[in-house]
């Protein structure tokens, strides 16, 4: 099948349309681009004076030096400009290369809101805001959405077929805020920074780990296209797909532990109980719950059992 006809077919499952199999993540559809300036595989100090270190070699960074130490700071706090993220020509390339080609493009945004900020001030000193200066806290997240609208618009402006994003919500047991607290610290703005997305017609691909499963309502309650990666041994699968279906696509679900050490039949009967449980009615996209250097013979048992149970 083509890239065009698979690119339909994974149109139809996000719209909860007629797909004609479940599509998979391995199948080359989507490319993501990002600007410059906003993440580097690297130690360094990005835009907002976050300093980033590598602590495992071919892991993320993770921040290490946080600028924002207090909300007291915060008028005297330097705000990056969204234009100071840069469009570089390879970027460019690989853009124009994708929308010639057929596939989607998504244009990202790493840290998004609550990384950001948790980000600038460290995640216990953020954690405690949210209790202890909560007017500070939502000044400080309206400042984080407008940067991020921004970015969003520069990627409207490009012609990108959606945005995406990271923002982990959740522990392995719980949201690591109440569901009260994602409400009113965290929904209004994610309102705000979806609603200009939405109104271009474009998709919005919203990255969480972690269990949010008690949250997953609010999110398709604003918009949001698809929800990834469905962690497994966080989130009730059952219960995620009860509260979406027809309205949010989800995407990935595939235990990572289980793909890691398992082999070809215990991998096979877990590709068929997650498509058994997700697929119905469409708006699931089989996938990864988390990225690793899987064995070789476990992913190719994982794609062939997608393809032969994920038929409709």
């Not at 600028?67 to 100071?84: G, H, N, Q, V």
């Not at 609550?114 to 209790?131: C, D, H, I």
């Not at 994003?165 to 610290?185: V, Y």
């Not at 705000?192 to 691909?205: D, Q, S």
Request: include cysteine.
């Amino acid at each position: 099948m083509d890239i065009i006809n698979r690119r339909q077919n994974l149109l139809e499952s996000i719209r909860f349309g007629n797909p004609v199999y479940v599509p998979r993540t391995d199948e080359g559809i989507i490319t993501s681009i990002q600007f410059e300036g906003n993440f580097r595989m690297a130690d360094w100090v990005d835009l907002w004076g976050v300093r980033w270190k590598i602590g495992v070699a071919d892991a993320v960074p993770f921040p290490k030096g946080n600028p924002l130490t207090s909300l007291d700071k915060l008028d005297r706090f330097r705000i990056p400009a969204p234009e100071e993220l840069v469009l570089s020509d390879e970027v460019r390339r690989r853009f124009d290369a994708a929308k010639t080609s057929g596939k989607l493009v998504f244009g990202g945004l790493t840290y998004f809101l609550f990384e950001r900020a948790w980000a600038l001030m460290g995640m216990e000193e953020f954690l405690m805001a949210l209790a202890t200066h909560p007017e500070q806290v939502k000044r400080l997240l309206r400042i984080i959405a407008d940067f991020n609208i921004a970015v969003f618009q520069r990627y409207l402006d490009l012609g990108v077929d959606g945005v995406e994003f990271s923002e982990d919500l959740g522990s392995q047991k719980a949201l690591l805020m109440s569901p009260e607290m994602f409400r009113e610290f965290f929904l209004p703005e994610y309102r705000r920074c979806f609603e200009p997305v939405l109104a271009a017609g474009k998709m919005i691909n919203f990255h969480s780990c972690g269990c949010i499963q008690d949250i997953v309502e609010d999110l398709a309650s604003i918009g949001v296209t698809i929800l990834n990666p469905i962690q497994a041994r966080a989130n009730d699968l059952a219960k995620i797909k009860r509260k979406t279906v027809g309205e949010m696509a989800l995407m990935g679900a595939i235990d990572s532990h289980l793909l890691m050490t398992g082999n070809n039949d215990t991998i096979r009967a877990e590709v068929k109980r997650v498509i058994d449980i997700l697929a119905p009615g469409g708006g699931y996209i089989i996938g990864l719950d988390q990225g690793m250097p899987y064995p070789r013979d476990n992913l190719i048992s994982l794609w062939k059992a997608a393809e032969e149970y994920g038929r409709y």
